[in-house]
Nanobody, 124 residues
Framework: QVQLVESGGGLVQAGGSLRLSCAAS????????MGWFRQAPGKEREFVAL????????FYADSVKGRFTISGDNAKNTVYLRMNSLKPEDTAIYYC?????????????????WGQGTQVTVSS
């Protein structure tokens, strides 16, 4: 199994940018589909973005399309989420997740490993 550690969250004004990082350790010789999810207070965890194990395909929630970019650096075993034009409704805890098996899935229960999360707060 792989261990995930997120970083890069913080407080930013609306319209600002942040870059989240997710560092993987452990069974990194296996290739995982990597996803970012977020959970706001009182809401369910929701899909944000996904990058395939090859890095060749990316997928985004409609709410972040055009503003967020997911990317990966296999040499560093790290996945990034670049967030631009942030809005107050982007405020949430952001989680990195890994799925060992193939397939494109947007539901949290389809992922095998999770990080501890990093808080993103966007002020208006």
């Amino acid at each position: 199994q792989v261990q995930l550690v997120e970083s890069g969250g913080g407080l930013v004004q609306a319209g600002g940018s942040l870059r989240l990082s997710c560092a993987a350790s452990g069974s990194t010789s296996s290739r995982y589909n990597m996803g970012w999810f977020r959970q706001a207070p009182g809401k369910e965890r929701e899909f944000v973005a996904l990058i395939s194990r090859s890095g060749g395909s990316t997928f985004y929630a409609d709410s972040v399309k055009g503003r967020f970019t997911i990317s990966g650096d296999n040499a560093k075993n790290t996945v990034y989420l670049r967030m631009n034009s942030l809005k107050p409704e982007d405020t949430a805890i952001y989680y990195c997740a890994a799925r060992l098996l193939g397939g494109i899935y947007y539901t949290p229960r389809s992922y095998d490993s999770w990080g501890q999360g990093t808080q993103v707060t966007v002020s208006s």
